[in-house]
């Protein structure tokens, strides 16, 4: 039974020396269930929480991380009717003139992958 000796990450600093340490592990490419790999799976594990509480990354426009997915996968606006509704729609959407309905940020989200949160921000259109 191997022992693996990690402290907490509780500060930029500690973020950053786990994310070195991480490199150095992965360049050593340890063996599956070895102390080595242990260790790369508990200082992953703790960055990864770490991230989860300190993430001043700013959720992406959902507009442009639609853009994206359709740059990225060659799809047409004809492509997002199906989670949109028809060409009409797709375009006003596309071209900011109408925002998502909950059902078709639950399509985006459940087919798409496309998070809730991105479709929760500052920049959402105000109930009259």
């Known amino acids: 039974m191997s022992t693996v000796t990690v402290t907490p990450i509780k500060t930029a600093l500690d973020y950053q020396n786990a994310l070195k340490r991480i490199d150095e592990l992965l360049i050593l490419d340890p063996t599956p269930y070895s102390e080595l790999d242990d260790e790369l799976d508990v200082i992953s594990t703790l960055v990864h929480a770490y991230e989860q509480t300190h993430n001043d990354i700013p959720?992406?426009?959902?507009?442009?991380?639609i853009k994206y997915l359709m740059e990225e996968n060659g799809w047409k606006n004809k492509d997002l009717e199906q989670f949109i509704g028809p060409k009409s729609r797709v375009s006003e959407i596309l071209n900011r003139?109408?925002?998502?309905?909950?059902?078709?940020?639950?399509?985006?989200?459940?087919?798409l992958g496309?998070?809730?949160?991105?479709?929760?921000?500052?920049k959402m259109p105000q109930a009259a």
């Open 59 to 65: 959720n992406p426009d959902p507009i442009d991380a």
């Open 114 to 122: 496309l998070p809730l949160e991105i479709f929760i921000n500052e």
């Open 97 to 111: 003139k109408r925002y998502f309905t909950l059902q078709q940020i639950h399509n985006l989200h459940k087919h």
